[in-house]
């Protein structure tokens, strides 16, 4: 290989890295915000069941999947180039959390107290906002 072949390789490679930063940066904070969620239900299931009207055992459970999960998209964040198939999987989970959210919300599952069904809206936009920007992210590595 020449060395013009190499730099034009290590071109592509630096082109990809800087292409993928906005794409990396919405997956770790969505990691970051994922699993900070996930540990506050595990960690104060009792008193965010009392604030939200949410049994502890489903936060608990909520929060081992968020947790597990937030640390998943944080290791994908971490990738140069995050891998486009992972990153699909995540913003379908994205959207089908936020549709499932508002789907909870509008028809009163769980029976969550106003303050909860507010919290469940709210989260549900923040984690539709993060779908968006993924997607947003993951275009601009396909142009």
Do not use: C, H
Not at 18 to 37: K, M
Not at 40 to 66: K, Q
């Amino acid at each position: 290989m020449t060395t013009s072949q190499t730099a034009a390789r290590l071109g592509t490679t630096t082109t990809s890295a800087s292409a993928a930063r906005p794409l990396r940066i919405f997956l770790g904070l969505d990691a970051a915000v994922t699993a900070g969620n996930g540990l506050i239900y595990l960690i104060g299931a009792g008193p965010v069941g009392d604030l939200l009207g949410l049994p502890t055992g489903f936060l608990r459970g909520i929060g081992a999947f968020l947790t597990v999960y937030g640390v998943l998209v944080g290791l994908l964040a971490t990738q140069q180039v995050p891998s486009a198939a992972a990153t699909k999987l995540v913003i379908e989970a994205n959207l089908l959390w936020a549709v499932a959210s508002i789907a909870s919300a509008a028809f009163g599952w769980f029976d969550p107290n106003t303050v909860g069904t507010v919290w469940i809206v709210l989260q549900a936009l923040v984690v539709g906002a993060f779908a968006a920007l993924q997607i947003s992210g993951l275009r601009k590595l396909s142009n």
